[in-house]
């Protein structure tokens, strides 16, 4: 994983070293991020925010940090959470609209306090992630986004359970 992680950095110094067309962008979105366990499913509403670097009209580079959701019920309090870096393919379709699709890696933590007891599960995943971008003008662009966060296995004590996350999301992106 180091390996992947030390040659993704050299490709991105490299082609920032020759690219003309790129700036960096800041954004924070909100969505709605859907839980399946075991069988039992339910959806909690999460934010996000990222920083990224458009390399040139067709690549970019983000890093985001997220909350997927949080719950308590009967003393149990549950926070979900990840961090998130990834490269986006863009596709414009005009000045205005484009689509874009998000390779990464996220690293999903699951937050456990039961009787003043704190337990925290920790799962690095890949995930992909399909969307769209108005751009209102050169700076400001709206973005629609389905991402994919995969199967999550985590044990504890002898137990383990299975999760898939996926989120729906509507941001805003600021480019300077």
Partial sequence: MK???ALAALAFAASTACAADNSWYVGGDIGSSR???EGDSGSK???GASVGYQLNTNVAFEASVRRLGSDTEDGLKLS????QISAL???PLNKEFSLFARLGVSRNSLDFTVSNIDL???KTKAFFGLGGAYQFDKAL????EYVNLGNNKISAGGESAEFK???????LNYAF
Wanted: aromatic fraction near 14%; charge should be positive; avoid cysteine.
């Fill in 3 to 5: 390996k992947i992680f």
């Fill in 35 to 37: 839980f399946k366990i």
């Fill in 45 to 47: 509403t999460g934010f």
């Fill in 80 to 83: 979900v959470n990840a961090l």
């Fill in 89 to 91: 393919g863009i596709a």
């Fill in 120 to 122: 925290s599960l920790h």
């Fill in 141 to 144: 662009s709206l973005r629609a």
């Fill in 165 to 171: 996350i996926h989120q729906f999301n509507l941001g």
